[in-house]
């Protein structure tokens, strides 16, 4: 169905997605193809999602391979499946355990109740509050939006849990204002990317997790958005020199696949007993298939330090070529996590970027998120760069 006749109709779906008037019907690589045979650069990735590219070879044969096993089973059996993963990912973090489920926010959710019934089931201890930042994306949830430090995705929602404090991002002394005696866990982004690409100062998340040791309280990482290689390592918190007590992933997990995990240290493993979380879709057998390979092709290819040196590559051209276009304010980034901050809301230069066959996506209302995928060439980045330098001069002509 072509997108005129789409149009023409009423949708049956709830408008709670803007949607551009673009219809994809293939992709591969970097590349996507609309229905009117229109091809696009891709610099979203399906927000963050697809890091291998659209349709990458090894995950899809090893879909399709599964898909002629079995595609569902009930938590209540044994999971081969799930097994394979949680050891991977156990072998290539600083964490022991997981819980597979479906998105980030089921993710970050299950994080936040595992840190409190740690709290107060294994620690005895009445805590419950996790503490977070101003600024921050957690989920869309009812208690992932509370965590969530911005004002805009609650509106309506009210009343929203109780339990949550929201310190100052990159301000230690904030964070030591909103800890007290109920206070059970501390959750933080190690790039806040819905707000802007804003990278966490390494002192500050140093001594973040000094003060977590110091007040026995869990440690929380937010790597949905960042895990799996997108900031150059396969996990941001590498960089920092840190070990999260709770990791929580999903977006790059399984390649397109709906994959959301929750990963702890083993100490945790007493707070979650059977009936204390679950999920009926989690961890099914065709997401691990697609999340397995996912992860083994990372490793294999080694597509974390590729990202970090594409990402240092774009850096290098974006300042090459923005430096004296007068829009940009500034260019930062983390592996091939990156933000171009503007003077000026950034969605008209979306839209006519989008109309020229680049695909970006805002990060706050003034800047722009380059998010291409891990094998990304060199070439794309300089027919990215050069087709946002255009738009962006063109303005500044005006």
């Not at 993710?107 to 009445?126: D, M, S, T, W």
């Not at 696949?257 to 493993?269: E, F, H, I, T």
């Not at 800047?367 to 330098?389: C, G, S, T, W």
Request: with cysteine; aromatic share 8%.
């Amino acid at each position: 169905m072509e997108l005129a006749s789409l149009e023409a109709k009423e949708s049956a779906l709830f408008p709670t997605y803007a949607r551009h008037p673009l219809t994809f019907v293939r992709g591969e690589g970097s590349r996507l193809w609309d229905d009117r045979g229109n091809v696009y650069l891709d610099f979203m990735s399906g927000l963050a999602v697809c890091n291998l590219g659209h349709v990458p070879p090894p995950v899809k044969q090893s879909v399709e391979e599964q898909l002629g096993r079995l595609w569902h089973v009930s938590n209540l059996f044994q999971s081969p499946q799930q097994e394979t993963l949680a050891k991977l990912l156990a072998e290539h973090s600083c964490t022991d355990l997981a819980f597979f489920c479906n998105s980030g926010a089921e993710a970050n959710e299950a994080a936040i109740k595992l840190a409190r019934r740690y709290a107060q089931r294994v620690q005895g201890r009445e805590r419950y509050e996790i503490v977070t930042f101003e600024k921050s994306f957690h989920g869309r949830t009812l208690a992932t939006l509370t965590a969530t430090g911005q004002d805009k995705v609650k509106d309506g929602f009210y009343p929203l849990p109780e339990g949550f404090a929201y310190a100052r991002y990159n301000d230690i002394e904030s964070v030591e204002a909103c800890i007290n005696e109920r206070t059970a866990a501390v959750m933080l982004e190690l790039v806040q990317g819905e707000s802007g690409v804003h990278p966490a100062d390494p002192a500050f998340v140093r001594e973040l997790a000094l003060l977590c040791q110091e007040r026995d309280l869990l440690l929380i990482v937010d790597e949905v958005q960042t895990g799996m290689g997108r900031t150059g390592k396969l996990f941001a918190y590498e960089h920092y020199g840190i070990e999260p007590d709770i990791l929580t992933l999903a977006k790059g997990l399984a390649s397109g696949l709906p994959v959301g995990a929750m990963l702890g240290k083993r100490k945790l493993r007493e707070a979650f007993t059977p009936g204390s979380h679950a999920s009926t879709f989690g961890g099914s057998p065709l997401a691990m298939a697609a999340g397995i390979a996912t992860l083994r092709t990372m490793l294999d290819e080694r597509l974390p330090e590729r990202a970090a040196a594409a990402g240092r590559y774009a850096l290098r051209r974006l300042a090459a070529e923005l430096h004296q276009v007068p829009p940009v304010k500034m260019v930062r980034g983390l592996g091939l996590l990156i933000g171009i901050e503007l003077d000026r809301p950034v969605e008209p230069f979306i839209r006519e970027l989008q109309r020229k066959g680049l695909l970006v996506l805002p990060g706050g209302p003034y800047v722009i998120r380059f998010m291409p995928n891990l094998y990304v060439a060199h070439d794309e980045i300089d027919e990215a760069v050069k087709q946002l330098a255009d738009v962006l001069s063109q303005a500044s002509d005006k």
